[in-house]
């Protein structure tokens, strides 16, 4: 059966609208946060990411993947690399740093 967060996903996804539209980025990231199967975490950050537009959003979906990954996976160093050269969320900006400090 499929996960709750998996459903809610591609009933967003079903609407024309919804793969145009930042906003959505910003469902996928708390849908992301909100979601109990570490896997299903881990798709809607990378999902958002597909789709994101705004350097805000792109720190803050960066940064919530990163945190994810062990601090030894390359993954995780290039994604705080990536989030720490966008002009984006100061929080996120800050938490990349002292990712990369671990």
Do not use: W
């Not at 079903?14 to 793969?19: G, I, L, T, W």
Request: net charge negative; hydrophobic share 45%.
């Amino acid at each position: 059966m499929a996960s709750a967060s998996t459903i809610i996903s591609n009933t967003v996804l079903s609407f024309p609208a919804a793969s145009h539209v930042s906003e959505h980025c910003l469902f996928y990231l708390c849908l992301g946060d909100t979601a109990t199967n570490e896997s299903d975490v881990v798709s809607a950050y990378r999902r958002g990411l597909e789709v994101v537009e705004e350097p805000d959003l792109e720190s803050r979906l960066l940064c919530a993947l990163a945190g994810r990954l062990s601090a030894e996976n390359v993954e995780r160093k290039e994604l705080v690399q990536r989030a720490l050269g966008l002009k984006g969320s100061l929080v996120a900006m800050a938490t990349a740093r002292l990712m990369g400090l671990q």
